[in-house]
């Protein structure tokens, strides 16, 4: 399986959808909507930003590893 490392998140304060190159060494905690300027964190049981609004999960769950 190929690693995606495009994921378009969406924010769940205003619905702006922004495609992002995701990280490959570390996990994105923090990410501000450029539309409204929300703070995006994970929801409770996710890793990242990617993991609770993006359409890929970061490349570590997608290669069923531990994440961070």
Do not use: R
């Not at 923090?30 to 359409?55: I, Q």
């Amino acid at each position: 399986m190929e690693i995606e490392l495009k994921s378009e998140i969406t924010c769940p304060n205003c619905g702006h959808k922004k495609v992002e190159e995701m990280p490959t060494n570390a996990c994105q905690f923090f990410y501000e909507c450029v539309n409204c300027k929300t703070v995006l964190k994970p929801n409770e049981g996710d890793c990242c930003v990617y993991c609770s609004f993006g359409t890929m999960a970061c490349p570590p769950i997608q290669e069923n590893k531990s994440c961070c």
